[in-house]
């Protein structure tokens, strides 16, 4: 084993992005492999796939939606009530609508097939994993970022919120969305991972939860907020890196089992 | 076009499923030109090993080795020169067949392939009336039948460039005449130099591949006595 390493460096760098190799006993040819071309392919064809199954893409807004337009009904129509609710509600909203849009993520390709071929390609499985999470992100967390100010009106957020509301929601359905997928490709090969899947989810999003109601909730009450949405960002440049990873792992070993 | 001489190499292949021994001490080469039927009856792991064919499935013991090289470690080489078909056809049914293939042919090398072929809708196209779905390019795959489904992921081998087939029951839902056509075009990319691992229950009609080496892997011959541990 170590002897076969030793012989190239080259070799050394394992995975899809290594081309030439290194051993001179039988030249193969190597793969002209556009990066983006497998990210685009893929983000083209599930945009279209999402685009053709709306009533999908509408559960998760809808939930948020409904939820938020029961709270005045359940709690108190009281405007001073709902203005301390209204940061921390709608961001747990956010969260469960996006958790409930997990489960398909990966689920649908692993059911026809088109997962395998995913692992198959020579493209590397990172860029990959990227473009499914940002159209998840564009089906869930874009229109749910979208929506949250009209809903912000519903629960009388104070006027000052409403920036960071839009702020915090944009960057950080984007980190959940990421985050999701990591537990979505665990739990992809499982018949019934609804429940793991929160599981293994839920604690990763505390954090998100906590700085971004927080950086709502602080900028209604006139004190500074972008500390909170700093955090956020770094939040999103760390998932950005790591999670595509993680889940591209996941699923890799989802698909073997 | 192809490299001159390809060779896949099964060295010393063992495979436990779940405790029990698939398969061992599989050797095998197979070479340019050469048509491999893997057999054996139900749950004997003809699926399993064209997994670990893929790299799909590493759960190994042994070398596999793609002109000399293991598909391991040259992992986007390898399997920028394979195709898979398994099981499951790998198509979305709300896509048309046009869009599938769209999307394999950007998923196989970016359009720009080993062989410099550009895949583009007109050779989808013309891949598409070769299954026999002339006409069909732009009806959702939901709206086709169960063997049309199949024959949309059945063009992808008149699309790819890749000397290496691995087809797992290819001939599942087709009809008698799709299966003598498909069997043609698997003779002839073998007689191109090309090498098609695949598993059937069906026999092979021996006509079309009275000029090239039909080899069949019986599974059965490899199947594990067991090795019990001290």
């Known amino acids: 084993m170590t002897l076969r390493i030793l012989q190239g460096p080259s070799s050394m760098t394992s995975d899809s992005l290594s081309t030439a190799p290194a051993t001179d006993t039988a030249p193969l040819e190597i793969p002209d492999i556009n990066l983006w071309s497998g990210f685009a392919a893929t983000f083209k064809r599930d945009i279209t796939v999402a685009f053709r199954s709306r009533g999908d893409i509408a559960n998760p807004l809808i939930f948020f939606l409904i939820v938020i337009t029961m709270v005045p009904l359940g709690i108190s129509p009281e405007r001073d009530t709902l203005a301390l609710l209204a940061p921390g509600m709608i961001w747990v909203v956010a969260l469960l609508a996006t958790l ?50 009209i809903l912000g009106v519903m629960l009388s957020l104070p006027n000052q919120g409403y920036m960071p509301l839009i702020a915090s929601l944009a960057i950080g359905t984007g980190v959940l969305s990421l985050i999701g997928a990591i537990g979505s490709a665990l739990t992809v090969g499982l018949r019934k991972g609804g429940l793991l899947l929160s599981l293994i989810i839920m604690p990763l999003y505390v954090p998100v939860l906590i700085f971004g109601a927080s950086a709502v909730s602080s900028a209604s009450e006139g004190f500074p907020f972008v500390g909170q949405l700093a955090i956020l960002g770094a939040f999103l440049a760390m998932a950005m890196i790591l999670a595509p990873f993680a889940a591209a792992g996941a699923l890799r070993i989802s698909v073997n089992g | ?196 691992i695949l598993t059937t229950h069906q026999d092979l009609d021996t006509q079309h591949f009275k000029n090239i080496g039909l080899r069949t892997i019986d599974l059965t011959d490899f199947a594990g006595a067991i090795e019990y541990d001290e």
């Open chain 1, 100 to 149: 409930l849009s997990l489960d398909g993520l990966f689920r649908t390709d692993y059911e026809d097939g088109s997962l395998e071929q995913l692992l198959i390609s020579p493209h590397p499985l990172y860029f990959i994993v990227i473009s499914k999470v940002l159209v998840h992100w564009l089906m869930t967390g874009l229109p749910l970022t979208i929506t949250a100010p």
């Open chain 2, 1 to 196: 076009m192809m490299p001159n001489s390809l060779t896949l190499e099964l060295k010393d292949l063992c495979c436990d499923r779940d405790e029990r021994r698939l398969f061992s001490h599989l050797n095998a080469q197979i070479e340019s030109g050469q048509v491999v039927q893997v057999a054996g009856p139900n749950g004997s792991g003809k699926t399993t090993l064209l997994r670990l064919l893929t790299g799909i499935s590493h759960d190994y013991d042994g070398d596999i080795l793609w002109q000399g090289q293991s598909i391991q470690r040259h992992r986007a080489l390898y399997l920028s020169q394979m195709l898979y078909l398994g099981h499951l056809p790998g198509t979305k049914k709300a896509l048309t067949p046009q869009e599938n293939l769209r999307w394999y042919a950007g998923m196989s090398t970016a359009g720009k392939t080993v062989t410099d072929t550009t895949i583009n809708d007109t050779t989808i196209n013309s891949a598409l009336s070769k299954v026999g779905l002339y006409g069909f390019e732009d009806v959702p795959c939901y709206q086709l039948s169960a063997g049309q489904q199949r024959r949309v992921a059945l063009a992808r081998l008149y699309l790819t460039p890749a000397p290496l087939w691995i087809l797992d029951e290819p001939f599942t839902a087709i009809d008698k005449r799709g299966v003598a056509e498909l069997e043609q075009a698997i003779a002839n990319h073998a007689e191109r130099g090309g090498i098609v």
